[in-house]
């Protein structure tokens, strides 16, 4: 079976500002489009057995999804398509919005971004978030790297800052997604010694070099079984990100490199996600 641990799904005008609607992803070199429709995600996953849908909640840097939005498009597919509520610490309502997410609209997870949204994953009101999700056994994807708008803080985007957390619930699950990039090393000794902290791979082909010792170190310190396949569609596509991944296994070849398990991209790209996550179909309610 696989899993993409990483797409979004949101709508503009409405949920996303008009500056950040406009971005080009300059790694890719073109102009991705972030506003995608519901037929278009549902089409372009459609390799997944299983897709993790969500947005983005920020008002800081401009991102102002509505849980509702993605409820209403998973509820298309239940069975393939588990949505994630985006929550925000900063917001008053942020806990409330937990409960909402995940009693009414039927969410399974919370996405959350300290960089994107401006506050520090230890501040109270954050730490009363993952208490609740530990509770009601909800993983939690973290944007915890780098980013581009100006505004968001890098001073709250260092996986470190997870060690914590993960000491305080230890329970929670807990992903991280691009690898923490440009924080690929310290992603990599967190996963290593927090049993419930896994990392994805997404959007992290297009910067090969990056890439490659990034999951050479992985192989390195034996942390590749913590390494989740996620895409961050609309930025890439699933067969773009396995492309991506046999390509850096190649490159290590043709270059001489300390080599890269041969079937590291369907080792990643077949991992039991769901049940690592504690998300398997069994425990649908
Ligand atoms: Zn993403």
Same mark, same amino acid.
């Given at each position: 079976m696989i899993t993409d641990c990483h797409t979004h799904f949101w709508r503009y005008p409405g949920e996303l500002t008009e500056e950040l609607a406009s971005e080009t992803f300059i790694m890719r070199r073109q102009k991705v489009e972030? %506003?995608?429709t519901a037929e278009q995600h549902a089409a372009d996953t459609i390799k997944a057995d299983r897709v993790l849908v969500f947005g983005l909640r920020a008002p800081l840097t401009g991102f102002l999804t509505v849980n509702d939005t993605v409820a209403e498009y998973v509820r298309t597919d239940a069975k393939r398509l588990i949505g994630f509520a985006a929550i925000c /610490?900063?917001?008053?309502?942020a806990l409330s919005e937990v409960d909402r997410a995940i %009693?009414?609209?039927?969410?399974?997870g919370l996405k959350m971004s300290p960089i994107y949204g401006g506050w520090n994953p230890q501040d109270p009101s954050a730490m009363s978030i993952f208490a609740k999700a530990e509770q009601y056994g909800l993983p939690i994807m973290f944007h915890q790297g780098t980013t581009f708008p100006?505004?968001? /803080?890098?001073?709250?985007? %260092? /996986?470190?800052?997870?060690e914590d957390i993960a000491l305080q619930f230890p329970d929670l699950k807990m992903i991280i997604a691009h690898m923490g990039h440009p924080w690929e090393v310290e992603t990599i000794v967190l996963i290593r010694k927090q049993p419930n902290v896994f990392a994805d791979i997404s959007a992290?082909?297009?910067?090969p070099w990056q890439f490659y010792n990034s999951l050479r170190l992985a192989v390195e310190y034996g942390v590749t079984d913590k390494l989740l396949f996620g895409t961050d569609y609309p930025i890439a596509t699933l067969d773009e990100t396995v492309e991506g991944l046999h390509n850096i296994v190649n490159l290590s070849k043709e270059m001489r490199l300390p080599a890269l398990p041969d079937d590291l991209p369907e080792q990643i790209l077949y991992r039991d996600t769901l049940n690592l996550l504690g998300l398997s179909d069994s425990t649908q309610t």
């Open positions: 972030l %506003n995608i /610490p900063t917001e008053d309502d %009693n009414e609209l039927g969410l399974r100006r505004k968001a /803080p890098l001073k709250y985007a %260092n /996986p470190v800052l997870l992290l082909f297009y910067r």
